[in-house]
């Protein structure tokens, strides 16, 4: 249960153990797989090609690339641009969020509110961002 483990791992943070024996106890809930790990993961799974994705994702092949080998970091923005270029869903995208330090999809923020809407709806990344742009929203892209 990972809200569990995060606020355990809080509680130990809070404590007055020593930091060392407190990093140690918890490694295994650290996040440290980089970006194009998981990403390579994600296109095994969904059994597609780094160009479809981010020909769905409709980056700039050059800096796709760039993304996928590892030598760039997106954007929020963009990382959410190829999550809908993989057609992931929300869970996968808002965990693909988290695993990177970027902040997650949160329903109550009008924009997200859009982009959940169209991840649940497995809208296209071009129809969401109609939709962003015509309720007067920043665009992903």
Do not use: W
Request: glycine content about 4%; hydrophobic content about 40%.
């Amino acid at each position: 249960m990972p809200g569990l483990r995060t606020q355990n791992l809080m509680e130990s943070l809070r404590s007055n153990q020593e930091l060392k024996a407190v990093l140690e106890q918890n490694a295994s809930d650290f996040i440290a797989k980089p970006l194009c790990e998981t990403l390579a993961a994600l296109l095994k799974e969904k059994n597609l090609s780094r160009s479809e994705a981010i020909r769905g994702s409709m980056l700039n092949t050059i800096y796709g690339q760039q993304i996928f080998a590892g030598t760039k970091t997106p954007s929020r923005d963009k990382l959410l641009a190829i999550a809908f270029g993989m057609n992931l869903n929300f869970e996968e995208t808002d965990t693909l969020l988290k695993q990177q330090g970027y902040a997650r999809l949160y329903p109550r923020k009008e924009r997200d509110a859009v982009i959940i809407y169209g991840l649940l709806h497995k809208l296209s990344l071009l129809d969401t961002n109609t939709l962003l742009y015509e309720n007067d929203m920043e665009t992903l892209l």
